[in-house]
């Protein structure tokens, strides 16, 4: 490298990072080999307060403040400096949604404006707190007594920690889940309490998967073969981050064995794979997410329409990559769950 370069000079000022790194020069330059002077220091190691003032070379090695709380701009701004092979260091303060940022890059590449009306600020208000819990959520598992904690600084005590943040996160955005006769959600937003989805009055259902490849297209054409004609019941599929893509050669033969016919508005030997639409979720009466985190990361995504997103009663683990075999033991799990979801039901294709 013939340099190495700071950006930046809110995070960690540029003045403090060069005054710093100038009392350790003899060190520095001594471990890189250069001559120990001040005035190699100065050639070799540059700062700059312009962040747009990085130019194209063929190796780079930079040190960048995410001055703007916005993990994924920043690295996708910086993504492009070297044409050979760069390395981007980033320099971040802890704020709410940086680590959702670092695990999620596929979300904001689809819709770089994802963020903005999730979080307005960074307080440790009510309202964060619930978000953060349900971004945590969409990451990964969490175990239950690290909500109960959390809920706790909120004064909440409750054992059932995901079903007091499925309440709260609705009430956030203005809608409400449908209630039984206690008060609790019908559908909770894990599908881990045993409650079933009251589908009664809903005419078209939309399933939503990651690549609308796999689960979301076999589970719609599973359940238009099972309950769609009978019911006057229809239901599509798509994806979070779909790129047009056939459904999965596999997903088509499984339900081919399954004895599910592709014909009419069934014919998901036809199916292209789409990205999820805000025209989507409007047009639909009910939005189901194939795991807890579609159905998180839809409401985050589209918070106007949370009252329709729910959950099967079960996760279905995603097959892509697996041979046949792994296909038809997914579609055996959506049937199960549609089963359980459906329980007065009966099926129309034997």
Not at 31 to 53: G, H, I, R, V
Not at 92 to 111: C, G, H, I, K, Q
Not at 206 to 216: A, D, M, W
Request: glycine share 6%.
């Amino acid at each position: 490298m013939k340099k190495t370069v700071w950006y930046g000079g809110d995070v960690f000022p540029v003045q403090d990072a060069r005054w710093i790194a100038r009392q350790y020069y003899y060190d520095l330059m001594e471990y890189a080999k250069l001559p120990t002077n001040q005035e190699s220091f100065d050639k070799y190691f540059k700062t700059s307060f312009n962040m747009c003032d990085e130019r194209v070379s063929d190796y780079s090695f930079i040190t960048v403040e995410d001055d703007r709380n916005n993990l994924f701009e920043t690295r996708r701004n910086f993504a492009t400096i070297a044409e050979e092979q760069g390395f981007v260091n980033v320099i971040s303060t802890e704020y709410m949604l940086r680590e959702y940022m670092a695990v999620n890059p596929e979300l904001f590449m689809a819709d770089a404006k994802a963020i903005p009306y999730i979080a307005a600020d960074c307080a440790r208000t009510k309202r964060n707190t619930i978000l953060s819990l349900c971004l945590l959520l969409c990451i990964d598992s969490v175990r239950q007594e690290v909500l109960q904690r959390q809920l706790l600084m909120l004064n909440i005590e409750t054992d059932d920690p995901v079903g007091v943040i499925w309440k709260e996160i609705c009430a956030i955005f203005g809608s409400g889940p449908e209630l039984d006769d206690q008060g609790d959600p019908v559908l909770s937003v894990t599908g881990l309490d045993g409650r079933t989805a009251n589908f009664e009055k809903r005419k078209t259902i939309l399933f939503v998967c990651t690549g609308n490849t796999c689960r979301s297209p076999m589970c719609a054409a599973l359940f238009n073969a099972l309950f769609g004609k009978k019911h006057n019941l229809h239901a599509h599929s798509c994806g979070l981050c779909a790129d047009g893509s056939p459904i999965s050669p596999n997903a088509a033969d499984a339900l081919i064995r399954r004895g599910i016919r592709s014909e009419g508005d069934n014919n998901y030997l036809t199916h292209i794979s789409k990205s999820v639409t805000d025209e989507m979720l409007r047009d639909a009466q009910t939005v189901v997410g194939m795991t807890n985190r579609h159905a998180m990361e839809l409401m985050f995504r589209f918070p106007a329409y949370a009252s329709k997103i729910h959950v099967l009663p079960h996760d279905i683990s995603d097959p892509y990559g697996g041979d046949l075999s792994v296909y038809e033991r997914c579609l055996c799990d959506i049937e199960a769950a549609l089963a359980e979801a459906f329980p007065e039901k009966e099926k129309t294709n034997e």
